[in-house]
């Protein structure tokens, strides 16, 4: 990434899974929260509006977190406690000059390493430094076929797990 908020291209992704709108979008989260064990970084790409909340919020659901989940944007950082613990962070209003310890970075990040987190960044091209050789899991979303809902692609380092690979790919489990 050249800025901390371009989308990478979907060309750089397999095909993915078609989310019709918000509700298939939340429950692919939901079911992506089931291969969750702990230590895992989600990093969300996608315009505005293209639902990378919405999929944290399913993604919440599925670990049993009760708060209402929303969009850190203005936060940077929102928290939350279910079967593990979810790190939600936002850069849209950073830049890579940004110094990310200001937000407790390394601190979520040492819970993600030990295993009892997950973060979830969306817009996170500020972050990828900070990552250094820690394995992730890329996400982005697409508008689908014609503009109709939309596409969940999956790209990781190391590449994604088996699991992983069937809940994205097109035709998949129906969320």
């Not at 990093?43 to 944290?56: D, I, R």
Request: aromatic residues 6%.
């Amino acid at each position: 990434m050249d800025a901390p908020h371009d989308i990478p291209a979907a060309g750089g992704f397999p095909p993915g899974a078609m989310a019709a709108g918000p509700a298939d979008t939340a429950a692919l989260g939901a079911r992506a929260a089931g291969l969750l064990r702990g230590g895992e970084v989600l990093l969300l790409h996608g315009g505005l509006g293209a639902g990378k909340t919405c999929f944290v919020q399913g993604l919440c659901a599925g670990l049993g977190v009760e708060a209402e989940v929303v969009s850190p944007t203005f936060t940077l950082v929102n928290s939350y406690d279910g079967r593990l613990r979810v790190h939600h962070l936002d850069f849209y209003r950073l830049d890579d000059r940004s110094d990310l310890d200001d937000i407790g970075l390394p601190d979520l990040l040492d819970e993600v390493v030990d295993g009892t987190a997950v973060l979830a960044a969306e817009w996170p091209g500020p972050l990828l430094p900070a990552l250094g050789n820690l394995p992730f899991l890329e996400l982005l979303a697409v508008a689908g076929p014609g503009g109709a809902g939309r596409e969940w692609r999956l790209r990781g380092r190391p590449a994604p797990a088996t699991a992983w690979q069937d809940l994205f790919r097109p035709g998949g489990p129906p969320c």
